[in-house]
């Protein structure tokens, strides 16, 4: 396991006026949907998914919350943060023909799993959805792999109005997949999941993200009800047969005390 | 025979364990399935996270740092607060036969009277006195653990209240440590758990200038403590009569029969579930059937203890 | 200009040291050629071993067990007593012009006055007071050092005496630390040397069923205290004035760095000749005048220190 | 650098009335001239050279003395001891034509040395004396291999009266060797140092025997003057640069505490 790693940011793109891709020239070595705990020793330190990883750098893309994620956006490139990681479980790179669908700042990961993924042969179709144009990112990176690649806001304003569930469904309709990988908000995850319901046969992946603190698998914090498996190690990727035992998913999660809040 | 686990059963204060192994209070014990987890994974006792009067969020983050040998962590405490945390033990308790202790941390003996009332209305087994948390000291001062005298009034305040047996969880940082077990024994306690964590530490990184942990400050665990958690389980089982939980650095099954051959009755393994993943339990289980295959026990309590001191 | 080692020479109450690290007692400071070899191999200031008012032939082996992460030792002291030890002092520093720390061991007040005296007519550049040998504890009782009036006694009879420098050496492994480095330096204190072994700690074999140190019970140095090492420097920087030692686990040059962020003025590297070899030292200057390039700090002097607390 | 390890005593060979080789059946991968740290952790802890050394056991050869080496003598096969190591500097492999120069105890290390020597393909002059034939020891072992071997004692018994330092003298003044390995009692190794000034050309090591209580190279029990070396360390074997500098070399040693003791 890697210890704590501390060096300037190489670069920073903005992907939005909320959302910015943060680069680190370092080999990391960490496999799709893994995650690293990112700190600048002064505000905190949270958890984000790897958005890019190639031998000389990578990358994690990060939405302007609260105060943690705001000290973030201060940040130049030379600056210094701190990582530790990266951590968890990953996608399996499996499946010839493969579904992704991606929600918000949570369809990043699925970019660098979607490299891997055309290295290993798969066929592709990426669905990208958000509440508005301006809330979509990485469209040009998907854009210039060999995918099939669809957007979609709530507003319709990219010519399609609904979500990404929306367009997940007809896709499942008129299309045979293997392999359904999934990461956005719980909500559109649990919606995902029920559509998913249709279709017995067909193993998927979703990403999960819970109230993380040592992310190393001993406080306890980001376990998840009824299995007890921690999201910071056994997680933060899970397969189906997991997934469907899973009675807190788009329930409740814990907070910073463990106290559960409801979706 | 090997496979036989009834040969690695313990009898704890009037309970029955699966295995010597006890899930250490704040380890995986801050939900009702992380309790569940760990114990379908072979440990046969689960501690709750010491809960509080009112719900901590604890410090921001970094609560972990890495070194040679162990880490620091200053996770401040958190908890969902008595009645929530109560409610994920009774949650657990309800469906599974698995002695619990609940860990309860507070800084006056009301609230300690408080705390030690709820549990006895809950399905807990036991109740573990943190008087050792260095975590928080910046907020509290001195953990009470390094007074006799205050451990043994909070000790004795407890029993007084206390429907169930009470357990005194105490500090390796303190001047005399033998006496403040023999202080908790007198006062009443029914078993001792040894050790908290040690330091406090503290890491700076030299590129950002600043310390690691948030709060500066944290307390070690892993393999470097096992060595003084060994002689303090050691000294306090010279002295005391009462059962110790011999914690701290325990990461294998040659480290667990050097806690039992210290004197403990049941074996602590926190931090171990880093490197070790949730596989140590069982692994650490497997490892002291062989030892005792080794050298022909047939239980665990026949493997012997060192001469006292 | 990296290899200008000027620019990691330090003062230390008015001696000049040609690097900032120190040697600490009780690693081979035994011989007058031990001094030699060390010195010759980078290290700025040599500290003798702990001399006693006799001879002392140490405990039987082993006194050394490893960990993962550092290793204890129970070497008891051993020393060939104050009018050998300083005839191997004045050996050395007859023909050396490196500053050497006389370090002393009593258990009386008496004793220690008398060992002070013998090191005013040696060419002994400063006094250490051991304060905090854990490994003779069985013979002693609890270090000096856990009682900050013992210290306070000690060091200010001492200072009444003493032509040169007085630098009280204190155990981690007490209660209130800083409240003790803050006696010491209002008894007259000339620096501290923090921190003496941590602990103590116990292995035991699991085989021969015996503990592994002959005397039960060693100090625990390298890697693992750092972290101790370095909240005790910090905390005491934050409230004294007097110089510090910094001493313990320092395997590299980013510890020795960290240790100076943490307050330190010289640092001390012990444990660190077994694995890093002879060669550690230079190694470590190496190291440091590294960092010092990589932020642009001329001298030593300029790496920043943490903010106090 | 190998941790203790516990493991029953294999074998014991008594060679004569005070000294035994003890056998163990673990790989320790030690070079010849190092040694281990031995220990019951009842009685002590002492150093020991190995005499032989295999990819399945290993042994040392001991010479009763004091109080540990006595309850060594109590141990049979089966009996668990404790051993740290190897530890220390090794004689170099080198040399076509060589001399090696044994004296009681001392002398085994070199039956190892012999073993590894011939692999190399140098050949070998053996030369062990002791004080009696009953102290002569590994003769049979020397005598298995293919090398001249001679062996001699003050009394005589053996056909030569003598030291072996006589014999390796008549040796030196018969034969050419390019490499000369010594280990024996301190005085007699140090009437072969004297010997050896008269073949400047020729290269030599020693092995040493110090007080040792960590043989891990911090408590500087075992350093020697004036050159202030670690014996534990950069020793037991020194070559003649080093031996050549000595001043204590024959003169004194220091004990325990750390005080000189002279020859
Ligand atoms: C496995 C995982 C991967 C993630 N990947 C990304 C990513 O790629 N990009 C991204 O922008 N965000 C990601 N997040 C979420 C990210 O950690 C939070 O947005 C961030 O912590 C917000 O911190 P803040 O102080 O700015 O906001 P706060 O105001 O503290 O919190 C805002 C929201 O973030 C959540 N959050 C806060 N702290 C944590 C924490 N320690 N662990 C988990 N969630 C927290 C809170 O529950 C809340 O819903 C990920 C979370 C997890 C668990
Ligand atoms: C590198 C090295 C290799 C050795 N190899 C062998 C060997 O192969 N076979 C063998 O029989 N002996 C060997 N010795 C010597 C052996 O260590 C001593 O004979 C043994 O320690 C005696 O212990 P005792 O308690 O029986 O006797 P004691 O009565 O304690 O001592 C008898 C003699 O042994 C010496 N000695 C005692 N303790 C130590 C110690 N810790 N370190 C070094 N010398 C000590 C004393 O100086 C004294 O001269 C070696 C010593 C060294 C340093
Ligand atoms: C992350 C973490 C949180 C802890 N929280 C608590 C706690 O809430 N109450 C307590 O009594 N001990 C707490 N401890 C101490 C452990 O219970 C245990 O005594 C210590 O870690 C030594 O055991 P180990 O080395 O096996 O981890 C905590 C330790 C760690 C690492
Ligand atoms: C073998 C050994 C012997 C020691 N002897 C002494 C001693 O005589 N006096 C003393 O003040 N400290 C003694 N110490 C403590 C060291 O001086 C030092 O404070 C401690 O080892 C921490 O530093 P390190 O981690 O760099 O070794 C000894 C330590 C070791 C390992
Ligand atoms: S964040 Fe601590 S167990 Fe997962
Ligand atoms: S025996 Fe300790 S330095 Fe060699």
Known sequence: MLKRITLPV???????????????????GALPGQFIMLSDLVTGEKP??????????????????????????EKKPGDLLSYRGAYGSSFSISGRNVLLVGGGYATPPLYYLSKELLKAGAELTVVNGARSKKELVFCERFSNLSLSYQRITDAGCLGRAGSSVDIAQVLLEENHYDMVYVSGPELMMRAMRNLLQNYPELNYEFLFERYMKCAIGICGNCTIDP????????????????????????????????????? | MKNDR??????????????????????????????????????????SKSLTMEPR??????????????????????????????AEVNEFRKFYEVPVIVSIFATTIDDFLTLTQKVNES???????????????????????????????????????????????LSPN?????????????AGADALCLINTLGPGMLIDIDLQRSVLSNRTGGMSGPCVK?????????????????????????NGRDAVEMLMAGASLVGVGSALYEGGIGIFEQINQDILTYMDQYGYGTITDIPRLEKM
């Open chain 2, 57 to 86: 969020k604890g410090h921001a983050g970094p609560v972990i740092a890495e070194f040679e040998g162990g880490m620091l962590n200053c996770m401040g405490l958190c908890n969902p607060g008595i009645e929530e945390g109560l």
């Open chain 1, 10 to 28: 190489a670069e920073i793109v903005n992907e939005n006026e909320t959302i910015r891709t943060f680069y680190f020239e370092k080999k990391l």
């Open chain 2, 174 to 186: 303190v001047s005399g440590l033998t006496e403040i077990c023999t202080a908790a024994e007198a």
């Open chain 1, 48 to 73: 984000f998914s790897i958005s890019e990883c190639e031998s000389g750098y990578f990358g994690v893309t990060i939405k302007k919350l609260g105060t943690f994620t705001q000290a973030l956006f």
């Open chain 1, 227 to 263: 299995l007890g498996i921690r999201l910071c190690v056994e997680g933060p990727v899970l397969a189906r047969d997991k997934i469907v035992q899973l009675t807190e998913f788009g329930e409740y999660h814990r907070n910073a005390a463990g106290i559960k809040e409801y979706f």
């Open chain 2, 227 to 251: 060595p003084v958690a060994l002689r303090a389980v050691f000294e306090a089982y010279s002295r005391v009569k009462i059962p110790i939980i011999g914690t701290g650095g325990v990461s």
């Open chain 2, 123 to 169: 399905r807990g087994d036991f109740v573990e006195l943190n008087l050792s948390c260095p975590n928080v000291s910046d907020e509290y001062g001195l953990p009470l653990a390094a007074s006799k005298i205050k451990v043994a009034e909070i000790v004795s305040a407890v029993k007084m209240v206390s429907k169930i047996p009470v357990i005194a969880k």
């Open chain 2, 6 to 47: 009834s040969r690695i059963s313990v009898e704890f204060l009037g309970k029955r364990a699966a295995t010597p192994l006890v899930l250490p209070a704040g380890i995986m014990g801050m939900t009702w399935s992380g309790m569940k987890y760990t114990w379908e994974n072979g440990c046969g006792i689960i501690t």
